[in-house]
């Protein structure tokens, strides 16, 4: 996995953005990336399909990826060619959908990104540096099973490492760490 | 140490106690997939290079989520279905059979104390009975289809109170939209919450099933009802929270004189007493998802409906919980009272609800829907306008043409 991802973002001031607008049901019953690809965020901006490029990074507000368990909905981000998903917050099944098939998520309360702003992300450190406005926003931690899943390119990947889950030893009981999965 | 439910469920399963907080890998009692969530997670668990399950017989896969097949694409993904389960030597529910949720608990393929994974987010229904259950996502469901386990960060959990008796007419499902919109939809994101106090003691097991199911609205892990009360068919032991336990956040309500409510588009949490919402018009009524269904859900509609006629210009769909419930109401009567009063049946499964295969509404029609998401495009249609409601609600509708007053 990439530690440093730069790329232009599309913004959307938008809370609650849940799993049908991303990718409406009826486009899910497929194992057909690029037909994913070609819906994604349909009812939200019927444009975005279209304009995204590869490498292009993705903002939203709230609880981003509420509703349904479907993984179709970071997989169709993801196949559409975004290479990190910013938000404020995530809802639970889509973070752990995410990481599991290798698609960056970083959560980040406090920022002023715009649309077409040009941004930095270190994965590593958990930093957002906004180029087009000089600035740069902290990320919530990870817990390190998460790291460690997305360091290996998703669940996948990590299962055919270590052959299973690897037992943490001593429990991550930082207050830090993000109340995922 | 004092111990919430789900903090005594992951712990027996994660082999050491644990607490809210701590990363805790554990085994898993049980795992489904649809047809929704099936494909990629059998995909999944080819390229994990996965030969054989687990154990075989703690999997089920259920095909309700566009079922029977509307096209030759997802006639493909059910036929990959089938042959993943004779391969594989696991259960596989055909269409028809039901929805997914309905299934495990009728089947007891879940049980109280269970830590059970489903691919589905209404996975938490099974917290009607004492499950942990959580709803994951496909390649998650493929690693614990391999290893049998799967790792997690045990929540925190919220302690709701309910106090008092619900009204005549008054159900789980108002009590849950209510529930939604005091927490908001991100309100349990990443935690449990457990519902308690007397207002549920007397409760169906169905009724529980429809408010730990709209639990994942508040974006919670897992929603577990108090097992006081609880009536199984089969013995089981009850696991009760300690008195002691600690809480992230405890809300107390009296629900003795709570209204119907109706959760307005575009979200579960635009929630009004029906007061709020009388004289809308209505052109589709549904009743019917794993929200409610069940019999007792019918049951309801059909005492409203009772010899009467739905109004003109309205349809509705009722789609049974399973052909277990529907062969009920067949037998009982309820089927009949229904479809003389002009519901058309369509196939035991999930329907309208998740807009995949049939019942998608028109441009600027209005739906009442038994069903939990009304989200912006969900049946199918962005351009449609859902409003979620009881069952009886719903029927009364139908028969108005408008949301009425029961």
Known sequence: ??????????????????????????????LDMSALAAHVLEDLDPTFARTVKAGDLLVAGNNFGCGSSREQAPIAIKAAGVAVVIARSFARIFYRNAINIGLPVVEVEQHHIQPGDQLAVDLERGVVSNLTRNERYQATRMPQQMIDILQAGGLVEYLLKYGGYVDLGASDTSNTSKEAA | MAQTISEK???RHAGKTVSAGEIA?????????????????????????????????????????????????????????????????????DIGEGICHQLMVEDAHVKPGDLF??????????????????????????????????WLKVPKTIKITLNGQLPTGVTSKDLVLFLIKALGVEGANYQAVEFSGE??????????????????????????????????????????????????????????????QIAKPHSPENVVPIDDVLGQKIQYAFIGSCTNTRLEDLHAAAAVLRDKKIANGVRLIVTAASKRVFNEAM??????ILSEAGASFITSGCGPCVGSHLGVPGNDEVVISSANRNFKGRMGNPNAHIYLASPAVVAAAALAGEIVDL
Not at chain 2, 119 to 131: C, N, Q, R, V, W
Request: net charge neutral; aromatic share 8%; hydrophobic share 45%.
């Open chain 1, 1 to 30: 996995m990439k530690n440093l991802i730069q790329g232009m973002a599309h913004a959307y001031a938008v809370d609650n953005l849940d799993t049908d607008r991303i990718i409406p049901g009826k486009y899910t019953k497929t």
């Open chain 2, 9 to 11: 469920i992951i712990s």
């Open chain 2, 25 to 93: 890998i554990v085994n898993v009692d049980g795992v489904m997939a649809t047809d929704a969530t099936a494909p990629f997670a059998i995909k999944a668990f080819r390229a994990m290079h996965g030969k054989k399950l687990w154990d075989a017989t703690r999997m089920s896969l259920i095909i309700d989520h566009a079922s029977p097949a509307p096209n030759e694409n997802v006639a493909n993904l059910h036929k990959l279905m089938r042959e993943f389960a004779a391969e594989m030597g696991c259960r596989l529910y």
């Open chain 2, 117 to 150: 994974l489903g691919a589905d987010s209404h996975t938490p229904t099974y917290g009607a009975l004492g499950a942990f259950a959580v709803g994951v996502g496909s390649t998650d469901l493929a690693a614990t289809m391999l290893t049998g386990r799967t």
């Open chain 2, 199 to 260: 207002a549920l003691h007397s409760m169906t097991l169905a009724s529980r099933m429809a408010l730990a199911n709209m639990s994942s609205e508040m974006g919670a892990k897992t929603g577990l009802v108090d097992m006081t009360g609880l009536a199984l068919w089969y013995p089981f032991e009850p696991i009760f929270a300690d008195a002691d336990a600690s809480y992230v956040r405890e809300l107390t309500f009296d629900v003795s004189a709570l209204r119907p």
């Open chain 2, 331 to 336: 037998r009982d009567g309820t089927a009949a």
